[in-house]
């Protein structure tokens, strides 16, 4: 970052030695007319634990199936700091091996994992998405995870990978896990490339977990079980302790929706790229949605309904 620009908004990164652990800190600064505005977004590194049996996923076995695929497109799907770079990196953890060649195209590259070749995208010397991607694939790799697909250069790159033996991991800005294949042909993408492509998409959201020490059962309002579809029952809040800073809440958990590319959704996507009719096809076909597993996660005394109804609540509105 250059100290002396303040009329521009700027990004950089800051890593700094605290108690013994290093901690990597995203800076971006935009000017407002009273100066400027800082915010930091903090990566302890220490507390990263990478490996899909720590992120309690409930669909973890079915989401292994399709890690094990020579070939496709796994999306994962979410908005900005909903966990979605953590979820690809311990997937990759979960397939690397010395016998794998991984390689990934990042935006910037967060975790630096042993024996895997990673790429940083660089604006300034012209390396995006699509011309890091279009290199990657001289490399003969077995597996490439891609950042984010923000274009329609690099989804088309992305899924003629998948077409030519490679497996594809990236992520998508979208609601929930049908809206990933809506957006993707609305960027221009045939639904014929995706019905042959795409092997699962994956929506997951972060909730905050009640803390431990304080939690205590209460009789939810008739608007509260409204809002979670569900009967009389006991659910949990945290009054506010020393050991949560009087919050209430002590760490995150997510919350997932993974849909398979089923017969049937894309016989749909063919038909038309229609997110509500996917959707209706996926839960009858088994799929648990996010405010559904959100509900079982409140029920269990892990999160609180408020939690669920706030990470969920756009999706009411789409629905």
Partial sequence: MDIAERRLPQDGRIKLLMAGRQVDFRVSTVPVVHGERLVLRILDKSNIFLGLDKLGMENIDIFRKYLQQNQGIILVTGPTGSGKTTTLYSAIAEIHSQAVNVMTIEDPVEYKLQGI??????????LSFVKGLRHILRQDPDVIMVGE?????????????????HLVLSTLHTNDAPSALTRLVDMGIEPYLLSSSVLAVLAQRLVRKICDQCKVGYTPDAQELKNLGITTQMLYRGKGCKACYGSGYRGRCGIYELMPMSQSIKMQLLKSADSNIMQKIAVEEGMRTLRVQGTTLALAGITTSTEVVRVTRQLELYS
């Fill in 149 to 165: 697909i923000r274009d329609k250069e690099t989804a088309e790159t992305g899924i003629q990978a998948s077409l030519t033996g």
């Fill in 117 to 126: 070749a990673q790429i940083g995208v660089n604006p300034k010397i012209s």
